[in-house]
């Protein structure tokens, strides 16, 4: 019986070593923060100044494309907030430096009139030379409404949309 005894306190020595290493990881984990609206208070409000994008995960996602050339200028997301319960819409360009008129980035949200209220949109602008390389649309509460949006990054010379097609929408 006396074999047994080595392999047994190693496996009990591994296990602890085990728990002890999980109990580093799971307390190294940070609280949430927490956010300043909740319900249709959230409506037109910012994502990011109510604490509503902390934890947000993007619903679904399209390349800008510009009209003319065919370029890759960015991207726009359809993001939502499981704390607030809300979407809205960020577009992220890699212009960052336009030389035209009026270079803005554009980001626009809609909630259809449904279960959540009545319709709602949003539409909100920020200028790439400013330093504004991603923009987001006002967030709308919506936790049982599927919400769309569309964006445009403007390069000075060329506009770039959704997949290349001019008020082409992504849903979430």
């Known amino acids: 019986m006396k074999w047994f ?3 047994l306190a190693l496996l009990s020595c591994l296990a602890m070593a085990g728990a002890a290493a999980t109990t580093v990881v799971v307390a190294t984990a940070g609280p949430a923060s927490a956010a300043t609206c909740s319900g249709n208070g959230c409506n037109g409000t910012d ?5 509503c994008s902390a934890n947000a995960i993007t619903l679904s996602s399209a390349r800008m494309i510009t009209i003319r050339t065919g370029d890759d200028v ?3 997301e ?6 607030c319960r809300t ?7 890699r212009i960052t430096d336009c030389s035209g008129d009026p270079c803005t980035n554009m980001a626009r949200v809609r909630r259809p009139a449904g279960a959540d209220g009545g ?3 949003y539409q909100d602008n920020g200028r790439p030379n400013s330093g504004a390389v991603s923009q987001w649309s ?8 599927r919400s769309c949006g569309t964006g445009a990054i403007d390069t000075g010379n060329d506009t770039g949309v959704p997949n290349r097609v001019n008020g082409a929408e992504i849903c979430g």
């Open 119 to 121: 319709a709602i949109s």
């Open 47 to 51: 994502p990011q100044a109510t604490g």
């Open 74 to 76: 960015g991207s726009i």
């Open 78 to 83: 359809m993001r939502y907030s499981r704390t």
């Open 87 to 93: 979407q809205w819409i960020r577009v992220t360009s």
């Open 5 to 7: 005894r080595l392999p």
């Open 138 to 145: 006002r967030q709308v509460y919506t936790p049982n409404t």
